[in-house]
């Protein structure tokens, strides 16, 4: 099915480990994103990236690095991973612009213990 | 700040009321707003969105929201809810052709069969 697709769905890690989220989309889309869900607070955007070859920081990007591979894949890194990053994390993409709405992948969800 | 807020954090219904989900934004300038669903463990969906013209949107599965610009508002409605309506329900914006969509923090709602 086309979509966006992430990978893993669930990982533990201890503090101070690094792991990389990694997301591909096979809709042709220009953006990508990389968002936290955390209860009572919504999606928070970490990163974006408008076009291939650009990254841009959201609203919550330290701790985050990210990477634009290439048009399908946009990657998000955890240096040195804290409680505090427990969350779910979902990729998504779009048109450029965004207008006509984001396309989500399934999320994934990250205990740092 | 420029936010997205959700008046309700929890509504629950009976099956067969009706539904009205508060969403009212504090950005200035051209926007696009957005509802999305979110089934319980899946990623979130697009229930209808709203760039221009008839400030009275139809979408997915019965739902419909109006756009007031005088009140900053999007509220989302449903004349009679089902039980498979329990989820979570988030209202976001993006200004116009821009790459950052901004949510409010969700209402859940449950509905009682």
């Known amino acids: 099915n086309a979509g966006v697709t992430q990978t893993p769905k669930f990982q533990v890690l201890k503090t101070g480990q690094s792991m990389t989220l990694q997301c591909a989309q096979d809709?042709?889309?220009?953006?990508m994103y990389w968002y936290r869900q955390d209860p009572g607070m919504g999606l928070r955007l970490i990163y974006y990236?408008?076009?291939?070859?650009?990254?841009d920081k959201g609203e919550v990007p330290n701790g985050y690095n990210v990477s634009r591979l290439n048009k399908r894949e946009f990657s998000l890194r955890l240096e040195s991973a804290a409680p505090s990053q427990t969350s779910v994390y979902f990729c998504?993409?779009?048109?450029?612009?965004?207008?006509?709405?984001?396309?989500f992948g399934s999320g994934t969800r990250l205990t740092v213990v | 700040a420029q936010s997205v807020s959700q008046h309700n954090h929890h509504v629950i219904l009976s099956e067969a009321a009706s539904l009205e989900l508060g969403c009212n934004y504090s950005?200035?300038?051209?926007?696009?707003l957005f509802w999305y669903v979110q089934y319980p463990g899946q990623h979130l969906q697009l229930l209808l969105k709203?760039?221009?013209?008839?400030?009275l949107v139809k979408g997915i599965k019965g739902f419909e929201a109006e756009f007031i610009k005088s009140k900053f508002s999007f509220n989302l409605r449903k004349p009679s809810v089902q039980w498979s309506d329990t989820a979570e329900y988030f209202c976001?914006?993006?200004?116009?052709?821009?790459?950052?969509?901004?949510f409010g923090a969700g209402t859940r709602l449950t509905v009682k069969p």
């Open positions: 990236s408008a076009s291939e070859g650009t990254t």
């Open positions: 950005y200035g300038g051209t926007v696009n």
């Open positions: 976001a914006v993006t200004l116009y052709n821009n790459n950052d969509m901004r």
């Open positions: 809709m042709n889309h220009n953006s």
């Open positions: 998504a993409s779009s048109d450029s612009g965004g207008r006509y709405g984001y396309t």
């Open positions: 709203y760039f221009s013209g008839d400030p």
